[in-house]
């Protein structure tokens, strides 16, 4: 597994505990659900699948986009760069990046509609809304799904964006898992402790970010001087 994947499980973990703020309360939600035993845990993967499989559509989204601005020099580097320095500025100023989210005026309307559809569903919580759950979740706005995506972007592919995108969802299932399965037995004071680790894992994320910026950039390199040394060969 390339340092792209681990980055996106990385971050995806990282954001597991941003996310307890916004979707904690979702998945407190289903926790609250009467299905017991193995069915209870089916119910709580396919929530988590749900979301994941949004993550995936996005970064098939993201992917189709870079692959139309492939053709710009250097973008994958730059752009990777800028997503590993802004992660770690969040690390080290301990930024809520869906704090940023509220200068984009549409959001609020979209936040409004897919609320809306959670509650539907919610409303009528059987084993086969969970998976719908799960992929109106993931449409919630999040600043970190943004910045994962434009990690995807990066990937100029649709394959890699969406292999990326479903990494990063996978990630956040553990944490998300846990809170669906056993989150009364979690108390707020706990969750809200376990929250202040995720600047520290921005740090981390942000580093291999910038590690696979250099990667690339090395490889574009490689890449250039190999017609170069190619040439000089047929002159000799």
Same mark, same amino acid.
């Given at each position: 597994?390339?340092?792209?994947? &681990?980055?996106? !499980? #990385?971050?995806? =973990?990282?954001?597991?505990?941003?996310? *307890? %703020?916004?979707?904690?309360?979702? +998945?407190?939600?289903?926790?609250?659900?009467?299905?017991?035993?193995?069915?209870?845990?089916?119910?709580?993967?396919?929530?988590?699948?749900?979301?994941?499989?949004?993550?995936?559509?996005?970064?098939?989204?993201?992917?189709?986009?870079?692959?139309?601005?492939?053709?710009?020099?250097?973008?994958?580097?730059?752009?990777?760069?800028?997503?590993?320095?802004?992660?770690?500025?969040?690390?080290?100023?301990?930024?809520?990046?869906?704090?940023?989210?509220?200068? &984009?005026?549409? !959001? #609020?309307?979209? =936040?409004?509609?897919?609320?809306?559809? *959670? %509650?539907?569903?919610?409303?009528? +919580?059987?084993?086969?809304?969970?998976?719908?759950?799960?992929?109106?979740?993931?449409?919630?706005?999040?600043?970190?799904?943004?910045?994962?995506?434009?990690?995807?972007?990066?990937?100029?592919?649709?394959?890699?964006?969406?292999?990326?995108?479903?990494?990063?969802?996978?990630?956040?299932?553990?944490?998300?898992?846990?809170?669906?399965?056993?989150?009364?037995?979690?108390?707020?004071?706990?969750?809200?402790?376990?929250?202040?680790?995720?600047?520290?894992?921005?740090?981390?994320? #942000?580093?291999?970010l910038l590690l696979r910026a250099y990667n690339i950039h090395q490889s574009s390199q490689q890449m250039t001087d190999k017609p170069m040394e190619e040439v000089e060969m047929?002159?000799?």
């Amino acid at each position: 597994m390339n340092e792209l994947y &681990i980055t996106a !499980l #990385g971050m995806g =973990f990282a954001g597991s505990f941003h996310c *307890l %703020g916004m979707c904690g309360p979702i +998945a407190l939600a289903i926790q609250g659900g009467k299905s017991q035993g193995p069915q209870q845990i089916f119910d709580r993967l396919l929530y988590n699948f749900g979301r994941a499989t949004t993550y995936t559509l996005l970064g098939g989204f993201a992917g189709l986009l870079g692959q139309g601005l492939s053709w710009l020099v250097g973008y994958q580097v730059y752009l990777t760069a800028f997503l590993g320095v802004m992660m770690l500025a969040f690390g080290v100023f301990a930024v809520n990046p869906d704090k940023l989210l509220s200068f &984009i005026p549409f !959001l #609020g309307g979209w =936040f409004q509609f897919v609320r809306k559809q *959670l %509650g539907k569903f919610l409303r009528n +919580a059987k084993w086969y809304n969970f998976f719908s759950i799960g992929i109106m979740n993931g449409f919630l706005p999040c600043g970190l799904v943004y910045m994962a995506m434009i990690a995807a972007l990066s990937t100029s592919s649709i394959s890699e964006g969406m292999s990326y995108m479903f990494m990063f969802g996978l990630g956040t299932i553990p944490m998300m898992f846990a809170v669906a399965v056993a989150g009364q037995f979690i108390e707020t004071k706990v969750r809200n402790q376990v929250r202040r680790i995720y600047p520290v894992l921005f740090l981390a994320m #942000g580093s291999l970010l910038l590690l696979r910026a250099y990667n690339i950039h090395q490889s574009s390199q490689q890449m250039t001087d190999k017609p170069m040394e190619e040439v000089e060969m047929k002159c000799h």
